[in-house]
């Protein structure tokens, strides 16, 4: 356990008529001795089996879909548990570890019982995040002991937080009407973060230079996030209507009576109603580009369907076809007649997954390690899988990495003083705080104790803010510490330093192909990329490791051999132009959205020599 916490909830032991009971209650009121109780905080920092934990949210998402995927459909047939299956098996996955967390606590272990809640504590919750707009939902201690059967006569569904907090940072641009002179397009793409904008237009631009023209949609909701124009003649760009992300309201369907049905998790007993009710606050919650609400995803798919009806599309591109909008449009595509086409954009490990489902007919994976992931994740019955690369990396070749190493020395050294000899920049996540604290004092203590003069330079993930940064860089004396700006980020930095250091941002992939050395950072367990395992980069697990690998950088490095890159991303600097011939090599043997009849132009294939393809 956690060093004790103070203020908050503690879960206490007591008994009715001889049988143990438990309440959760404010430990600032209390001092008992000789009573079991622990505090909630204790209860959060508890680690749990990985597997097990991973194994009863299957059996939960198994039981929910039994349940209750017919409760909520949209007009066009998507189910509200397939749409939103991200989000709800996240909140899922905090349900099941706080159940057993409770269950590797002795006491209640020993012990189990009803637990009584805090009154007037909301049962849905968030938890810490530095990402600039994702929501992280988590049930409270008061919605666990709702679950476990506690009356809940004065909570409210929502914590005081989620009641209280307004969206900021929606979509605020008006769309272009759809009666611009849009016309048939071939391709209609959709983005909502920067990391799909970088991967799609590459492609786009591939198609235009060939004759089709593409209409990409725009749908973040944060400004930072958003697409550029750019001068490419054959891209047409619209923006979301302007309050489509703002949409909240109650989800019908979803506000079950208790009933019979429970499933079991870890010997818990749990309503499947009361999961149900609780995940309503997820559906009902506006939650931007990332975790929409239930009407703004119907609403969102009559929008797409207007979209689709007037360019009749032969190809719906992604970049993400799992989360919820994504989900959307390739079941849109579908039933419009137009061949969806899924771009890999990250790294993708058997871990890495929320949910592991790609509904795209055609996927595009960057190396040769993610063909058997494709196959295992792909959901659509005629779905093939390509290796292909990452659009995004053809321009990694010609990075300037001079002007990145005067960028990264000013950054450390503005004016006339002196930059450390070496330079780490580190790829973020946005992780929680505690959590990025802990990767910075790694990295920190390590710099410390390598030979050398090294500094450090923190580059923000995308959809992270730079303020839940500012702390770790306030820190005396050691190396010197700078943040890069946020629109610079790793990317526009990693050619110029002497090594990289994340636990698994791609720009750990890009450093690779460069030959910048990567470090994978975390204590023993947590999630890399694994690129290690492929002599990529060197595993550290703490400050000694930080330090070792560091110190040996100035060693000569024997070249990685193509064979153990392309495990990992197929980079000849053509990934856009194979993937656009893939596009439009399927769309000439498929008959046209919209076309009353089907025209034969040859057959369809990958790219011949280029890549892997896999049915």
């Not at 005629?382 to 990452?390: K, R, T, Y």
């Not at 996540?429 to 090294?454: E, I, R, T, V």
């Amino acid at each position: 356990m956690s060093p004790r916490a103070t203020g908050g909830l503690d879960l206490v032991r007591s008994s009715f008529a001889g049988r143990p009971t438990w309440a959760l209650v404010g430990s600032g009121a209390l001092a008992y001795a000789g009573i079991d109780h622990v505090h909630t905080a204790e209860l959060e920092a508890t680690a749990v089996d990985k597997r097990e934990l991973r194994a009863c949210v299957d059996d939960v998402m198994a039981a929910l879909d039994t349940y209750g995927a017919s409760l909520a459909s949209t007009p066009g047939g998507a189910g509200w548990l397939h749409v939103q299956h991200v989000p709800v098996r996240r909140f899922v996955a905090e349900i099941v570890r706080k159940l057993l967390a409770l269950n590797a606590w002795a006491p209640f272990a020993s012990a189990p019982g009803p637990m009584d809640l805090a009154p007037y504590e909301g049962l849905v919750g968030l938890r810490s995040s530095s990402s600039r707009e994702y929501l992280a939902y988590t049930v409270t201690w008061s919605g666990i002991a709702y679950l476990l059967g506690a009356a809940a006569p004065r909570n409210p569904t929502r914590s005081a937080q989620l009641r209280n907090r307004a969206r900021t940072g929606t979509a605020s641009t008006d769309p272009s009407p759809l009666s611009d002179n849009l016309g048939r397009q071939d391709v209609l793409a959709l983005s909502w973060t920067s990391r799909h904008a970088a991967t799609l237009h590459p492609v786009l631009a591939e198609l235009a230079r060939d004759g089709q023209k593409s209409l990409l949609l725009d749908l973040a909701t944060d400004p930072a996030e958003r697409c550029s124009a750019g001068s490419v003649t054959g891209i047409e760009l619209r923006s979301a209507p302007s309050d489509l992300f703002a949409l909240s309201g109650t989800a019908g369907g979803l506000h079950r009576p208790d009933d019979e049905h429970v499933v079991q998790v870890g010997g818990h007993s749990v309503q499947l109603a009361r999961i149900v009710r609780l995940l309503s606050v997820l559906l009902e919650t506006s939650g931007g580009c990332t975790q929409p609400s239930w009407r703004t995803l119907v609403r969102a798919e009559s929008w797409l369907d207007d979209m689709l009806s007037t360019t009749r599309p032969h190809t719906v591109l992604l970049s993400n076809d799992t989360s919820p909008l994504g989900v959307l449009a390739a079941h849109a595509a579908e039933r419009h007649g137009a061949n969806s086409v899924h771009i890999q954009h990250g790294a993708s490990t058997a871990e890495s997954a929320a949910w592991p489902a790609l509904h795209s007919r055609d996927i595009i994976v960057m190396g040769d390690r993610d063909l058997a992931l494709g196959r295992a994740w792909a959901r659509h019955p005629d779905a093939e899988v390509h290796v292909l690369g990452q659009p995004r990396f053809d321009a990694l070749a010609s990075l300037g990495r001079q002007a990145q190493r005067r960028y990264l020395e000013k950054l450390l050294a503005p004016g006339d003083r002196r930059a450390p000899a070496r330079i780490v920049v580190w790829a973020c996540q946005p992780f929680s705080p505690d959590h990025l604290k802990s990767h910075a004092d790694l990295l920190l203590d390590g710099l410390g104790k390598a030979d050398g003069d090294w500094g450090l330079v923190i580059a923000p993930h995308p959809a992270q803010g730079a303020d839940a940064l500012a702390s770790l860089v306030k820190r005396d004396g050691g190396p010197l510490v700078a943040v890069a700006d946020p629109r610079v980020g790793a990317r526009g930095c990693l050619a110029g330093a002497d090594a990289l250091a994340s636990a698994y941002s791609t720009c750990g992939i890009e450093a690779a192909l460069l030959g910048v050395p990567v470090l994978e950072i975390g204590p023993p367990g947590e999630r890399t990329l694994g690129l290690a395992g492929h002599g990529l980069a060197t595993r550290c697990d703490d400050t000694g490791d930080v330090a070792e690998a560091l110190s040996g950088v100035r060693e000569a490095r024997t070249p990685i051999p193509q064979t153990a890159l392309d495990v990992v991303c197929r980079w000849r600097g053509d990934s856009a132009v194979q993937i656009a011939r893939l596009i439009t090599d399927r769309a000439a043997s498929a008959p046209r959205a919209g076309d009353p009849t089907h025209q034969d132009a040859g057959t369809s294939a990958s790219p011949q020599d280029e890549g892997a393809s896999v049915r």
